[in-house]
C-alpha cells in the first residue's frame, strides 16, 4: 500500500513514461543489451526512490498508531459488577455506572441516576454557554458535553459513535491534522520553486526541440526521420525531466513534517505527548512560563504529614498510628472526627475482588482518606452512619467542600474540608477532647493561625475540617457559611519532583520567565517556589483576592515582578495570562493538570496539559488551536 502510494508521485509518473519510451527506443536503435542501459538506469532510481518513501512512511504510520495509542489512554471510574473500578474510556459499554466529578468530559450518552447540584456545559454540542441544571426531571447526559459543577452517577446508554456527539462527528466528517506555520510558508516556497522550474523545464525542450525541428527543415530533411533523431528528441525530454526532478524541492515541507515528527517522538520518550505537529514548533518560541504547583512541580502523591487536633500538633511519622488518638481522646470526638473524613468526600474506598483496598478520588482526598483508615476507621462504616441530604463538591473558586446529613439520633449536621484560612475564618468555635463545641478566643484564633502558618512554610498542603450542628433542617438545605466548629488542620505532604530545580535553571538561562500560579496556600506556594529556584529576592508572591482588587495600572507596575500567585481561583489564572499577552507582548506556556486550569490553558499561545491527574478537560482544552 505504501509503494502504491509512493508511485503516485507526479515526477515519478514522468520519470517512468521517460524509461518506458527509453528502453523502447534504445531497444530499437542500438539492439539487446546496450540500448537497455539507460532506461535501466531510471528503472533502478525509480524503484530506489519508491522503497525509501515507502519505508519512511511505513515508519511515520507506526509512529502515529503509537500516538493514537496514547491519546487513548483515558481513564474513567465507573461501577461494574456491583464493584467502582478505574477503565479505559475505550472500554466503556452500556449499562456501566459512570462516576461523574466538576471537570470531567462525560464519555458517552446516559442517564442521570443521583447526584448533587450536578451542571454540565453543553456548549461543545448546542453552542449553549449557560451550564444545564441535570437532575430527576431533566435526566439526559450527552457525550462530549462537560460537567460544570457537581457530581454524581450516571447508566451508559450509548457509546462511540452511536452517541449524539458521535453522530454529528460522523456527519462533519473529522478535519485532517493542520499544517503548521512554518509548513505553511515552506510549501508556498516549494510551489513557486517547483512552478519556476517547471516553467523553465518546458522551456528547454521547447527550445530545444525547436532548434532540432528547424536545423532539420534547414538541410531539408524534415520528412526523413530516423531512430537517432527519436533519440535525441528523446533525450531533451530526459534534460527537461532533470531540471524538473532536481528544481522541484518537494522535500522541503516533507523533511520538516519528518523533523517535527522526530521531535514529537522525542518528547514522547520523555513522557510528553503533542497532539499537534505544529506544538513543537511553537514551544521554541515561548518567552514565559506559568506553572501550576500541584502535580506539575510537586509529585501529587500526597500524604498526611502533620496533624493538629485540640491544641496539640503532631508529625505522622511514616505509617504510624502515633499517638494522636490516645486514652484522653473521648469516643464522641473520635466519631465526629471520622464522619468528618469519611462523609465529607467524593472520593471512595473500594475492596476489590481480591478483598484489597485501594482508594479512588483525588490526590488530596485520598492522603485524608489513607490517614483516616491508618487511624482505624471504617471506610464503610462511616460512610453509611447518617444520610446525606446535601453535598456541594470541592471547586477550585470556593476552595471549600461541604455536606449536609440528618443524623439517626434526630438534628441536622453539616461538615465543611477546605483551605486552612477559608474554613478558619469560618469558625467561631473548636471542639475539644470530649467532643464538645468551645467557644474560640482571639488567642487561640491566633495560635491557630500560627499552626496553619508553621504547616505551610514547611511546604505542607493545609486543610480545615470543621462540623456545625443545627436542631432544623436549615432552608431548602442549605448549607450555612458561618459557625462553624473546628475539628482539625491537616498538614499534607506534596514533595516536589527531583528534576524540577535544575529544568528552572535551564529555563531561566534560555531568558525564559518562570511564574507559579496555584491555589494553594501562599505560604506553602512559597515554601515550593523557593525550593524550585522560581522565587527569588526581588520575586513577589501575591494572593489571588489582592490580585484581583488591583487597577490595570497597578497590574501594569507588578505583573514583571509576579512570581508567585497563590490562592488563586480559575479565572485569576487566565487573567495572569491574558495580561501577559496582551500587556507585555510575551509568549506564553501554561502547564497544568486540573480543572482549574483549562481556562488559562486555552488562553495560552502554548498549552501543556500534564497526564498524571489527567483531568479530562485539560487534555481537550489543547484543542480549539490552542496548540
Ligand atoms: N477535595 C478537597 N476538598 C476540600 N478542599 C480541598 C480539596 N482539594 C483541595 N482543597 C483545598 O483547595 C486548595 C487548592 O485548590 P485548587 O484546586 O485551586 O489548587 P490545586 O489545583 O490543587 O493547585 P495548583 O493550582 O497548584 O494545581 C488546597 O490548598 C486545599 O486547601
Ligand atoms: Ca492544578
Redesign the pocket.
Known amino acids: 500500500m505504501f509503494v502504491w502510494d509512493a508511485l503516485q508521485d507526479l515526477t515519478l509518473v514522468i520519470l517512468m513514461v521517460c524509461a518506458v519510451v527509453s528502453i523502447g527506443v534504445g531497444l530499437a536503435t542500438e539492439g539487446w543489451p546496450n540500448g537497455m542501459y539507460d532506461g535501466l538506469g531510471i528503472v533502478i532510481s525509480i524503484f530506489l526512490v519508491v522503497i525509501v518513501t515507502a519505508v519512511s512512511d511505513y515508519k511515520q504510520s507506526l509512529q502515529f498508531k503509537d500516538l493514537d495509542k496514547e491519546k487513548k489512554k483515558i481513564f474513567i471510574q465507573v461501577t461494574r459488577d456491583k464493584h467502582r473500578q478505574k477503565i479505559s474510556i475505550y472500554d466503556l459499554v452500556i449499562g456501566d455506572v459512570v462516576h461523574l466529578a466538576t471537570g470531567d468530559k462525560v464519555p458517552a450518552d446516559g442517564i442521570f441516576i443521583s447526584g448533587y447540584s450536578l451542571s454540565v456545559d453543553e456548549s461543545s454540542l448546542s453552542g449553549e454557554s449557560e451550564p444545564v441544571n441535570i437532575d430527576e426531571k431533566k435526566p439526559f447526559l450527552l457525550a462530549g458535553t462537560t460537567v460544570q459543577n457537581g457530581s454524581g452517577k450516571m447508566l451508559v446508554t450509548a457509546v462511540g459513535m452511536r452517541t449524539e456527539s458521535g453522530k454529528l462527528t460522523e456527519t462533519l466528517n473529522e478535519g485532517g491534522e493542520d499544517e503548521t506555520p512554518l509548513q505553511v510558508k515552506l510549501n508556498g516556497v516549494a510551489t513557486i520553486i517547483g512552478k519556476i522550474g517547471l516553467g523553465f523545464a518546458v522551456l528547454t525542450f521547447v527550445v530545444l526541440t525547436v532548434r532540432f525541428l528547424v536545423e532539420k527543415a534547414l538541410h531539408h530533411k524534415f520528412t526523413d526521420w530516423s531512430s537517432s533523431d527519436a533519440l535525441k528528441l528523446l533525450n531533451y525530454f530526459a534534460t527537461a525531466v532533470t531540471i524538473i526532478v532536481v528544481a522541484v524541492p518537494e522535500g522541503l515541507p516533507l523533511a520538516v513534517t519528518l523533523s517535527l515528527a522526530f521531535a514529537m517522538k522525542k518528547m514522547m520518550n520523555e513522557k510528553a505527548l503533542v497532539r499537534h505537529l505544529s506544538a513543537c514548533e511553537t514551544m521554541g518560541s515561548a518567552t514565559c512560563i506559568c506553572t501550576?504547583?500541584?502535580?506539575t512541580l510537586t509529585t501529587n502523591h500526597m500524604v498526611v504529614d502533620k496533624f493538629w487536633i485540640c491544641g496539640k500538633s503532631k508529625r505522622v511519622k511514616g505509617g504510624e498510628r502515633g499517638d494522636i488518638l490516645n486514652s484522653e481522646t473521648s469516643e464522641k470526638f473520635i466519631n465526629i472526627l471520622f464522619q468528618a473524613i469519611f462523609q465529607n468526600t467524593s472520593s471512595e474506598v473500594v475492596t476489590d475482588k481480591d478483598g484489597k483496598k485501594s482508594i479512588l478520588g483525588?490526590a488530596?482526598?485520598s492522603a485524608l482518606l489513607e490517614y483516616g483508615l491508618l487511624l482505624g476507621g471504617d471506610f464503610d462504616a462511616h460512610h453509611q452512619e447518617n444520610i446525606i441530604l446535601k453535598i456541594e463538591p470541592?471547586c477550585?473558586d470556593k476552595?471549600?467542600?461541604s455536606v449536609l446529613v440528618s443524623l439517626p439520633e434526630g438534628g441536622f449536621r453539616a461538615f465543611c474540608?477546605?483551605?486552612?484560612e477559608i474554613i478558619l475564618r469560618m469558625c467561631d468555635k473548636v471542639v475539644d477532647t470530649n467532643g464538645e463545641p468551645l467557644h474560640m478566643s482571639e488567642e487561640q484564633t491566633k495560635n491557630i493561625s500560627n499552626v496553619i502558618d508553621g504547616f505551610a512554610c514547611e511546604a505542607l498542603?493545609?486543610?480545615c475540617l470543621a462540623f456545625k450542628d443545627f436542631d432544623y433542617c436549615p432552608n431548602d438545605n442549605s448549607i450555612p457559611n458561618s459557625g462553624y466548629t473546628l475539628i482539625a488542620v491537616v498538614g499534607i505532604k506534596d514533595p516536589v519532583r527531583s528534576e524540577v530545580k535544575d529544568a528552572v535553571q535551564t529555563c531561566l538561562a534560555a531568558g525564559i520567565t518562570v511564574r507559579m500560579v496555584?491555589?494553594?496556600?501562599i505560604n506553602t506556594a512559597k515554601a515550593i517556589a523557593k525550593e524550585c529556584g522560581i522565587l527569588t529576592e526581588d520575586g513577589l508572591a501575591i494572593e489571588g483576592p489582592e490580585f484581583r482588587s488591583k487597577t490595570p495600572e497597578d497590574l501594569k507596575d507588578i505583573i514583571p515582578r509576579i512570581k508567585v500567585l497563590a490562592r488563586s481561583s480559575p479565572m485569576d489564572k487566565h487573567t495572569l495570562v491574558t495580561h501577559l499577552k496582551n500587556m507585555f507582548k510575551e509568549v506564553v506556556a501554561v502547564t497544568?493538570?486540573?480543572t482549574?486550569?483549562a481556562l488559562a490553558l486555552r488562553e495560552a499561545d502554548i498549552g501543556l496539559a500534564m497526564g498524571i491527574a489527567g483531568t479530562e478537560v485539560c487534555v481537550y482544552a489543547l484543542w480549539p488551536g490552542s496548540l
Open positions: 501550576d504547583k500541584t502535580g483525588t488530596t482526598e470541592f477550585s476552595k471549600k467542600m474540608k477546605g483551605a486552612s498542603r493545609t486543610l496555584t491555589g494553594d496556600n497544568g493538570d486540573g482549574n486550569d
